[in-house]
Nanobody, 114 residues
Framework: QVQLVESGGGLVQPGGSLRLSCVAS????????MGWHRQAPGKQRELVAGIMSDGTTTYADFVKGRFTISRDNAKNTVYLQMNSLEPEDTAVYYC????????WGQGTQVTVSS
């Protein structure tokens, strides 16, 4: 069964950048449409960005122009480059299929604060 491990989160000031990584084991990711999701305290989990098996990308309106999703199938890894971070981006970030059909990992905490 596939296992997803997210990393790269941390505390950053508004306007800063972080790069998240998601490494998969137990299965190859290349056939999957993968996404980054996030859940802020008291809110539902939401899809932030997706990258399809053919490399096509999609973004939520609130991150367009600031976040970039990418994948390296040779490394079985999905990335999320986050620039111009805002306090509203504070959340636990998870990778999963775009439709979230895989087991959830532990996520990685991103905190944007001065």
């Amino acid at each position: 069964q596939v296992q997803l491990v997210e990393s790269g989160g941390g505390l950053v000031q508004p306007g800063g950048s972080l790069r998240l990584s998601c490494v998969a084991s137990g299965s190859i990711l290349s056939p999957y449409d993968m996404g980054w999701h996030r859940q802020a305290p008291g809110k539902q989990r939401e899809l932030v960005a997706g990258i399809m098996s053919d490399g096509t990308t999609t973004y939520a309106d609130f991150v367009k122009g600031r976040f970039t999703i990418s994948r390296d199938n040779a490394k079985n890894t999905v990335y999320l480059q986050m620039n111009s971070l805002e306090p509203e981006d504070t959340a636990v970030y998870y990778c999963n299929g775009v439709v979230a059909g895989l087991p959830w990992g532990q996520g990685t905490q991103v905190t944007v604060s001065s």
